[in-house]
């Protein structure tokens, strides 16, 4: 029999020859000594290789077919492991098992190794991860830009209940995921000063003399799509010193100033910062962003040149998706490469601009909307600064056309914002330079019409797009929940990975009794993991056989966590009054990481450990409540929790939560939601049936009126006992071993002000609590509506979203790759 190829063969045997190759020549050891981390190593190699041979196939057919490619320009991709997901797309899970045991290793064990790669917040980062794996499962040529952090999200540890932040140090110990070519990088100017000159032809030119430049390296991860050769790209930046760096610095004698600057150079892409930061390392941020942008928009031009096309064709080459404000100085950036080193004219630069670049919005919060202040954005850009002071005077003089002795609006929609202390305002640049804005759901969309961007929504109405997020039904059920996988394949047959809509399919044996056993017992499974993982990393000892209440996401008042937490004390209060109340088992999951500086987030989590504390503790609780604080939420964590949940808290404020994605995640793998109408909640919703949601809270609207009205949290406390109590007691000190100083700054907070109205949404949540409880004790309904939330999940797939952008706002298409 002819053998395979060791670096691309699928069988077992090949891939254990493939695994003793490379831990024998790439990593030079011995079998006999190999720890785990190295065995770790080599499966990774080998799975690499098997990628590539792909990742080839792939560029090759780019850069030869008339192809237009999806460039998702993003400061964060939180991709989580790789391994088992990329073992899940080449479709060789089972044989990598095989292989690995025949060199007496477990493959599970050597997953679990495998650092995260955080490159990211929460959300919105996870989100580009996700488009990125159903880029290239629906075969669309893309790329993904962005930043090669060092240090990613921090690692979150708790101690004495507090969240302590640890650096995150995923690169220790090599990534063997990435390739870095070496034949490609871009320089980047910062600082300094523009001088204008005419050309020989006599033309009006702008040559920006920078006070340094740094050097941009792409380090490459290739993403395969499931079951198919098309391999793209995430190609990250990682910043160098430029070798002969402001000798002129030094001659005039700023030597603090150069050596700053190169200090500068050297750490742009050291740490990601955590968001929810009002003022930290604004500088550094506003670096980054340039830099990965130029970075990449220069790389996109260059690739328009190896092809030896006109730049008049670019906006038919790539689609440049901005994800949020944080690359929006692309819209400056391109118009700079263009006019000042293209040499091409304002008008069709312009033009190429906008038929390139798209918008999308994540949030309404006011404090989470990108401005920068002029002095630092001139003493950094100087010449993108120009550049954006063009186009606001071109867009404001055609706003004044439109609207003539119009002020106040001009004012509104200028680029600038010149009340007080004058900034740039990214949200506006980027809908100016974009030819499609779009929000994260439809709700969002909406609001986002009405507020943030009205006046531009008045202006160019047809500019505006809704596109409602998903998430990877590979990685959030495939990887992650293995069990619930195969009773899906055996029920529907597999084509829902890739048509999560063949789930439907699932609605005609949601009440039969043998399915519904089957279903109860995969959950029930995933909770036993769950527990075992709860009693090592928190040393709780919680029972699957309770309601699993799981509340994770990033830490934030708009979030409300502390609503879930009054419920839970007013549980706690209810039982200690009546021992003998008859009450349904919960166990309350909280994950999520604070912003270092968010004050009121991290006391949000003292609070909750406090809670679990005494509650856990309190032998008058028989155990039948739980709370669990689980450190360190991050992808890998997350593949424990979603599928051990029977509940999915989403319970922002009304209008706060642009879209959510965990709430996603949940369904998907068969809990229930209780939750506002905010976000992608609605559609959630509207998508599984009112009778299977639970649904409480003010609407968007109302949390409006309310406030207009003046809101009177107080008000709210008077009329409810359970309430005055559970916050008397957290101001007691009873969870705080007795000091009452601790929650005084929580408590005051909601007694006073309660800017997220969690006290006026507490009974109604409350009560919404005790239909959930109703639900669960007939467990055929139950079971009932957790098989139905799966079943109708179809849309929540990020394939489902990735086909909209390209429909909707990209005009890409797909473009099928055979092996080379
Ligand atoms: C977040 C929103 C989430 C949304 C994700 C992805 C930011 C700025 N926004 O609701 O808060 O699901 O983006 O769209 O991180």
Redesign the pocket.
Known sequence: MPSEPTRTGLSAETLARAVLDNLAYLQARLPEIATPHDWYMALSYSVRDRLLARWVSTVRAYAARDVKIACYLSAEFLTGPQLGNNLVNLGIEETARQAMRSLGQDLDRLIALEEEPGLG????GR?AACYMDSLATLQVPAVGFGIRYEFGIFDQEIRDGCQVEVTDKWLQKGNPWEIVPTDVSFYVNFGGHTEAQADVEGRYRVRWVPRGRVKGVPYDTPVLGYRVNTCNTLRLWKSEAVESFDFQGFNIGDYYGAVEQKVISETLSKVLYP?DEPEVGKRLRLAQQYFFVSCSLQNLLHLLDLKGEPLARFPDRFAVQLN?THPSIAVAELMRLLVDERLVPWEQAWDITQRTLAY?N??LLPE?LETWGLPLFQSLLPRPLEIIYEINRRFLDEVRRRYPGDDARVARLSLIDEAGEKRVRMANLATVGSHTVNG?AALHSTLLKQTVLRDFAELWPERFQNVT?GVTPRRFVVLSNPQLARLLTGAVGEGWVTDPSRLKGLEERAGDASFQEQWRRVKWQNKDALRARIRERTGVVVDPDALFDIQVKRIHEYKRQHLNVLHIVTLYQRLRQSPKLDIVPRCFVFGGKAAPGYYMAKLMIRLINGVAEAVNNDSAMGGRLKVVFFPDFNVKNAHAIYPAADLSEQISTAGK?????GNMKFMLNGALTIGTLD??NVEIREEVGAENFFLFGLTAEEVDRVKREGYRPAAYVEANAELRQALDLIGSGHFSRGDREVFRPLVENLLHSDPFLVLADYAGYVACQERVSAAWQDPKRWTRMSILNTARAGKFSSDRAIREYCEKIWGARPVRIALD
């Open positions: 917040n929460g959300g919105l989100l968001n949020d999308t994540h949030t989470a994260v997020n939560e642009a879209s959510g994605t976000g992608a």
